[in-house]
């Protein structure tokens, strides 16, 4: 179960961890390890800055065979460990565990090798993910998954929460396009998932490596797809004055056979706040803005864009534009693109969360989401991928102010709960890292958390890679089922859950 | 009904649990040809079909294990949709849960994906008997392991599915097939190079005799927008010389292909195998002439050369050599059916891989969480 134990004493810290500074420095360089406060603080959290902890040092080995040997002394010494990308999660993943260490593998960062003919790159676990693309461009090919985040978050950490991106309608999650994973057992044992074939033999182990959040192995090789860079991309900005109409016209796109390149939504709060920002000219009377992007040869994109132009005018866009060229093109999509930056002039603090839902019901959640709004007193932008049902409403709230932070918890939990109830999950992209841990006692029942417990003792039995993230302790679920039905506030107790 | 139904499972499964039995999975049965044999109790899931679920403005459907794989098609081309990933059928008994146990994937592949992209949640009954559900119906899940992707190709050693809910897609606006003859080297090399560039490719095959010299036969098929699909289509006959199929000549050979109907795939004597092999993008020609003398060495090229079919002698000497041939070249290779004579064990082992003394082992450990008492350990995968 989890290993939660009571502090021990500040002298048996230190204690712990001179001896695993010891341990760990011969097998690092000089600036490898780091155990200072002052040099260990900007490890305490991740992109979720709400919850924070110290861990006892953090090591930043070069290559696999360091990190082989840093695992076997962690395993030896039976101290935890969080594995820890780029540190853009927004789930609490890498936040470190106390008397745990921090294994960054950012200084992993070499591009290995690069195959037009394979249509392949074998990368390290740091390489950023936009650093793929950019290395290949010259080729007339790129890696298709874009998280928002693709400027900083890295190759490995994108493994671990199976991210995507804008185009991952069309071109699939990171499960659809890596091939092959290198890692490291907790044991120290150095594995390999997947192959350059097209299947394994024996169980598909790829797969649950995938979005595991550093539970299962500590990556330090990703073998990735590239996939052909379209001649062309073109995107229709498209106006609603109704929820419901822009929700059902996600719907009737799709329906009409249509599969885009990118299907994204933003609400009027959301247009106004970036608009302010970018300037892009979007239409602020609109309810919901549409972009509907299409990539291919020129005669494709043609073709496709009038038929979605058909099919959005039919389910009642009051507005309809199509850009003309690149510049304008980039401009439509630059408010979505900065829809976080936004967020964060028009308010001190955002809690973005992260769930996804079937996409006939987005009308019926964003309705939910505004009575919410008046609930817990607080404003909320929403700004989604709507091809794929996954909703990422960013909830405004004044950190400083501790009630604003509670009430903007709570918000954020009714909204995953509601995600469940309407037969959808409470994280689509980011990972339940220790943010949505209770969440998960909402959506899976204690059997299913058993066999979870299971496949995370068949890769790491000492329980030590990243322990008490993502998959909650039956304790921790019977806690938090008291909490919530005692509170009055779990809706619907009389639903089977999901 | 259906609760009658996963009563019965749960009753048949804690009994073999507690009598310390193994239970083979059935659902059509029509295959106990492939995988290893046992003779273990059947479980059937025929009776167990139907539908639950169809929304086609969500790409989704969800079904129970026993329905009939045609059902599920018939149901999809009402709404213009398909799996992609164009399972093989082999017979009206084909099953969505068997399916899924196979994990096989027909000639779309190569661009849509393998079946396992395309299973989004399952529901399943563990070897406690247990009714448990992962995953969902919605295309972005990371809440807890992907334990419903463990299943495909599990070959029913892992756990019962009850339902599962796959991902579905629209059928192309267009589609076309060219073919021509050319040599195995030229084919893989226009394939690979054509796969880089954006162009409308969805599927291809290449059918050569034993004489690894003489030219064989090359069908690609085009699927996608109308416009890309013509103009895909004249750079494909200028720079091949290629012609285009009829329409219903192409639709029966790509299907035949799937099922394994051609007559390339027939000439199996009692001695023989059909051996698959799964190779990288690109893996150059295998002179197969080199691993036995005799048979009729047919070979057939799918998935722009990722799968090769290899007819040739059963015997245990040359299963190794086509193990070691595919290890080679960074892929592995199963003796995918016998003829009459066929040795036992039909699959590569895992031990086959590098590094795999630690994978054996949390693969054990990951069948005993689903299956403390054996109940699925039929030996059907390795
Ligand atoms: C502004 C913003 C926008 C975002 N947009 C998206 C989006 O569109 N789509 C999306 O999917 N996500 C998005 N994210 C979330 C985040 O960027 C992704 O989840 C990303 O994949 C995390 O990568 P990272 O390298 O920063 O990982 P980290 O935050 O460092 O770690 C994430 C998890 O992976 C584990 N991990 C990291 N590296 C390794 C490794 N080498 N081996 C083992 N475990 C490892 C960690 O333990 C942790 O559990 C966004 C984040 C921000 C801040
Ligand atoms: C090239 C090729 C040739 C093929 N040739 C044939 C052929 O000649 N004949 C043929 O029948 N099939 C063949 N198949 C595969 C097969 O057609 C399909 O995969 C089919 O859908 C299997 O359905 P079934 O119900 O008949 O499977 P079954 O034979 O009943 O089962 C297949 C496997 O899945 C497991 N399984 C079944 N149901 C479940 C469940 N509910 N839960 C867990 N595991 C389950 C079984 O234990 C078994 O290991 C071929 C496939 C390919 C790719």
Redesign the pocket.
Known sequence: MNTVAPPPDLLEIQALQAKLVSALRPILAEDGLLWEPEDTIPYECDGLAAYRRMPLAVALPENEAQVSRILQVCHAMNVPVVPRGAGTGLSGGAMPIAQGLVLSLAKLKKIVDINPFTRTAVVQPGVRNLAISEAVAHLGLYYAPDPSSQIACSIGGNVNENSGGVHCLKYGLTLHNVLRVRGVLMSGEIVEFGSLAPDTPGLDLLAIVMGSEGMLAAVTEVTVKLVPKPKLAQVIMASFDDIEKGGNAVAAIIAAGIIPAGLEMMDKATTRAVEEFVHAGYDLDAVAILLCESDGTPEEVAEEIGRMTAVLEKAGASGIRISKNETERLTFWSGRKNAFPAAGRIAADYYCMDGTIPRRHIATLLRRIQEMEKKYRLGCLNVFHAGDGNMHPLILFNGADMDEWHRAEEFGTDILEACVELGGTITGEHGVGIEKINSMCVQFGEHERELFWGVKRAFDPAQLLNPDKAIPSLSRCAEYGRMRISGGKLPHPELERF | MSDVQIQQFREQIQHAAASKTAL????????SW??NPNAHTPLL?SGFHGIVDYQPEELVITAR?GTP?ATIEAALAEKNQMLAFE?????A???F???I??G?AGPGRISAGNLRDYVLGTRLMDGQGHDLSFGGKVMKNVAGYDVSRLLPGS??TF???LEASVKVLPKPASTASLRCFISEARALKVLNEWAGQPLPLSASSWIGSGDANADGELTIRLAGAVAAVQSATVLMKSTLGATELDPAIAAAFWRDLRE?KLDCFHALGADDALYRLALPAACPPIDFSTLASSGTQQRVLEWHGQQRWWHGPADASTQAKVKAKAIEHGGHASCFRVGSNGVEQRFTLLSDQAHSAALTAVQAQLRKAFDPSGVFATG?LP
């Open positions: 083979s999975i059935q659902g059509g049965g029509s295959k492939y995988g899931t294990a794989l399972p093989p059928h082999f017979g008994q084909a099953t849960g068997g399916a146990g196979a096989l070959l029913g756990a019962l599915i394994h059907r």
